[in-house]
């Protein structure tokens, strides 16, 4: 008996999430030609803007931009394009303002190619750029990073962000920063991979052409130790390299033994602790780094 009152409790939750998301949906509706959001009958978005893009699913953030002509590049040909100034908005209409490393204050940005997607991916934060730089803000509209990067990557671990400069001979470089805009891992690769089960971060050197070695460090930014082969990634007890030349395989390094195993997959991402999941083509597994047994993968 307590156990179908415990169940029913349950269910009765969940439903009830379920009609609160469904009595709070927003759509985007046209009146006159121009854009705005309605929350069920009320509207919190005024329709004005030429194009917008509903509330992210956390129900914090939409995109709403006005549509203008503006003048190509082509310094030859003089061409018109169309050109969108856009607002990020919460529900209170209220305009997201942020600070850039210059000290002015912005309001208004580009409609990139990955803008909807960058604002939908992450539960907490997004990637907007500003002045050809990017920017870290909240989608409670606080900003923990003022200065502007070329790239910033959102990941698997919330505390950190994957950061890109580039130098003064257009080489760029990738580092790691905190949301207190404090330097983990220098500007000095190509790549950067994190796996948060370990608490450990992969630092990536091919392609830069200086032959440096990829670097593994734990979360304090303490350099650990170095490789000259590419590690595609790194647990407490395992490395896994990766071979490009003159096929591409796998090579499985225990730290300890020093023991290597050979083995093939299109693509490693972390599971659980010393396991792995892979994919080979279309199917993924998961692979036991110590017994090198793989399992299909149950979702």
């Given at each position: 008996?307590?156990?179908?009152?415990?169940?029913?409790?349950?269910?009765?939750?969940?439903?009830?999430?379920?009609?609160?998301?469904?009595?709070?949906?927003?759509?985007?509706?046209?009146?006159?030609?121009?854009?705005?959001?309605?929350e069920n009958e009320t509207v919190i978005i005024k329709p004005v803007y030429d194009t917008i893009f509903n509330f992210d699913f956390t129900g914090k953030v939409c995109l709403a931009c006005f549509k203008a002509r503006g003048v190509s590049a082509n310094?030859?040909?003089?061409?018109?394009?169309?050109?969108?100034?856009?607002?990020?908005?919460?529900?209170?209409?209220?305009?997201?303002?942020?600070k850039t490393e210059e000290e002015d204050t912005c309001s208004v940005f580009s409609l990139g190619k990955n803008a909807v997607k960058q604002f939908n991916d992450d539960q907490k934060y997004f990637v907007l750029s500003s002045k050809s730089k990017k920017y870290l803000v909240s989608k409670d509209f606080t900003q923990p990073i003022f200065k502007g990067y070329r790239e910033l990557y959102l990941n698997t671990e919330p505390k950190f962000v994957i950061a890109e400069i580039k130098n003064e001979v257009g080489i760029s470089y990738k580092?790691?920063?905190?949301?207190?805009?404090?330097?983990?891992?220098?500007?000095?690769?190509?790549?950067?991979?994190?796996?948060?089960?370990?608490?450990?971060?992969?630092?990536?050197?091919?392609?830069?052409?200086?032959?440096?070695d990829d670097d593994i460090y734990d979360y304090t930014g303490k350099k650990l130790t170095s490789y000259k082969r590419h590690i595609d990634m790194a647990t407490k007890n395992f490395v896994i390299?990766?071979?490009?030349?003159?096929?591409?395989?796998?090579?499985?390094?225990?730290?300890?033994?020093?023991?290597?195993?050979?083995?093939?997959?299109?693509?490693?991402?972390?599971?659980?602790?010393?396991v792995v999941m892979i994919r080979i083509k279309n199917d993924w597994f998961t692979f036991d780094l110590n017994s090198k047994q793989r399992k299909p993968f149950q979702k």
């Amino acid at each position: 008996m307590f156990i179908l009152i415990a169940i029913l409790r349950i269910v009765i939750f969940f439903f009830l999430i379920f009609a609160n998301e469904l009595r709070s949906q927003t759509v985007p509706f046209k009146q006159n030609l121009k854009w705005g959001i309605k929350e069920n009958e009320t509207v919190i978005i005024k329709p004005v803007y030429d194009t917008i893009f509903n509330f992210d699913f956390t129900g914090k953030v939409c995109l709403a931009c006005f549509k203008a002509r503006g003048v190509s590049a082509n310094k030859f040909i003089k061409t018109y394009t169309t050109v969108y100034s856009c607002n990020y908005l919460n529900k209170k209409g209220e305009t997201l303002k942020i600070k850039t490393e210059e000290e002015d204050t912005c309001s208004v940005f580009s409609l990139g190619k990955n803008a909807v997607k960058q604002f939908n991916d992450d539960q907490k934060y997004f990637v907007l750029s500003s002045k050809s730089k990017k920017y870290l803000v909240s989608k409670d509209f606080t900003q923990p990073i003022f200065k502007g990067y070329r790239e910033l990557y959102l990941n698997t671990e919330p505390k950190f962000v994957i950061a890109e400069i580039k130098n003064e001979v257009g080489i760029s470089y990738k580092g790691l920063i905190d949301l207190n805009e404090i330097q983990v891992v220098p500007f000095l690769y190509s790549g950067i991979k994190i796996n948060p089960i370990d608490s450990l971060i992969v630092g990536c050197s091919a392609g830069l052409g200086n032959n440096g070695d990829d670097d593994i460090y734990d979360y304090t930014g303490k350099k650990l130790t170095s490789y000259k082969r590419h590690i595609d990634m790194a647990t407490k007890n395992f490395v896994i390299h990766k071979i490009f030349e003159p096929m591409e395989y796998y090579i499985l390094l225990n730290v300890k033994t020093k023991e290597e195993t050979i083995f093939n997959a299109d693509e490693i991402l972390p599971n659980r602790k010393d396991v792995v999941m892979i994919r080979i083509k279309n199917d993924w597994f998961t692979f036991d780094l110590n017994s090198k047994q793989r399992k299909p993968f149950q979702k």
